[in-house]
């Protein structure tokens, strides 16, 4: 378990901060200048904070109080950054051995070939960095990080710099990573669909401080944090199966509690589970089952709760199963069609508004 409860100035900015990370991906999320990357250089030990506390199970990194700060070295932590920061000068092989020589232990036995074959490497080892893509660059600098024998990883924005092509490439190891490896791991992203696919725990920031932290499905879900999170929207997170592929068509069925969702442009396999996120403001409400329209998912629920007015909006809760859908309407249609608590609805989807991420497992 990792512990962080720290504050530090930086001219202006005033970071404060405090939560705790377990084994799995703990994104921190949030607009750019939230002060995310100065978190997880505190952990490392670049950056030193003013005050507090950071520790991993019993063991302390820092504490202010009783003088302790240890050596990032010593801290046996490993930092995926944006660029990858391989050596250039070395292949693949001697980058990912890299840590090893600075660590001066033995390595386990079969370890360096399980990363190479965790994430797809054994073809480039006797390459350089000049001659590898952007998402190969990305790949052994996650390799180096875990062949470091961690006791926590940071990611540092690592596909930021990359298109949208290599981006899911690397999301893809990323999830065969995250299931395989059982140490708290820190992810900086202000990209709602890297920490919709990869994360557990989401604890966003702004200005230096969490304003939420909690369960990916919950944060990612609510509908008050477009502030926080700048150009973020609200709305809600479905986990379910992949029931079918339509080829022909390019939609997946997605088998959830409250029912199925058609989704567009799903790359997954049959009977994999899935998140996928849907907007409030990309659900719309139906009194009466419709007929003959082009949306392709209605679905039957009740109304649970209608939020405050802002802007002549309101945010409309509806209970589909054990989920909970978010609709953004204006006040006026909310009060046409007489909606409260306890109104039986249809909430209706586009298929191609919805996006997706997944999170492990068949």
Do not use: C, W
């Not at 404060?16 to 994104?27: D, L, N």
């Not at 978190?39 to 302790?68: E, H, K, T, Y």
């Amino acid at each position: 378990m990792l512990t962080v409860d720290i504050e530090r100035r930086l001219g202006d900015f005033h970071l404060r901060t405090s939560f705790e990370a377990g084994a799995g991906v703990t994104a921190l999320f949030g607009r750019s200048g939230a002060g995310k990357t100065s978190v997880i250089n505190a952990i490392a030990g670049i950056l030193r904070p003013d005050s507090g506390r950071i520790a991993i199970d019993d063991s302390l990194l820092f504490d202010s109080a009783r003088g302790i700060d240890v050596p990032t070295p010593k801290r046996h932590v490993g930092y995926v950054f944006q660029e990858g920061r391989l050596f250039p000068h070395l292949t693949v092989r001697q980058n990912l051995r890299y840590a090893r020589l600075v660590l001066r232990s033995p390595e386990p036995v079969g370890q360096f070939e399980h990363v190479v074959d965790l994430l797809g490497l054994g073809r480039l080892l006797e390459r350089r960095p000049g001659n590898l893509s952007g998402g190969e660059r990305q790949r052994v600098a996650i390799g180096r990080a875990l062949l470091s024998n961690p006791r926590l990883l940071l990611f540092d924005e690592p596909l930021a710099s990359l298109d949208a092509h290599r981006k899911d490439e690397i999301l893809q190891y990323m999830e065969l990573m995250r299931d395989e490896v059982r140490i708290p791991i820190v992810y900086v992203s202000h990209a709602v669909d890297e920490v919709i696919r990869l994360a557990d725990i989401v604890v966003m920031m702004s200005s230096g401080e969490v304003v939420a932290a909690g369960p990916a499905e919950e944060v990612m879900g609510r509908t008050d944090m477009r502030t926080a999170s700048g150009t973020f929207e609200g709305g809600a997170i479905i986990e379910g199966r992949v029931a079918s592929q339509d080829m022909d068509y390019d939609l997946a069925e997605i088998e959830f509690d409250g029912g199925t969702l058609a989704v567009a442009n799903v790359d997954a396999l049959i009977g994999e589970r899935v998140r996928v996120r849907i907007r409030a403001r990309d659900v719309s409400i139906a009194l009466d089952r419709p007929r003959n329209i082009s949306i392709q998912n209605v679905l039957a629920g009740t109304v649970s709760g209608v939020g405050p007015e802002r802007g002549g909006a309101v945010d409309v809760s509806i209970a589909v199963g054990s989920a909970i859908l978010r609709s953004r309407i204006t006040l006026r249609s909310a009060q046409q069609l007489g909606l409260g608590p306890g109104r039986a609805v249809f909430a209706l989807v586009k298929a191609v508004s919805l996006s997706r991420g997944t999170f492990g497992g068949a």
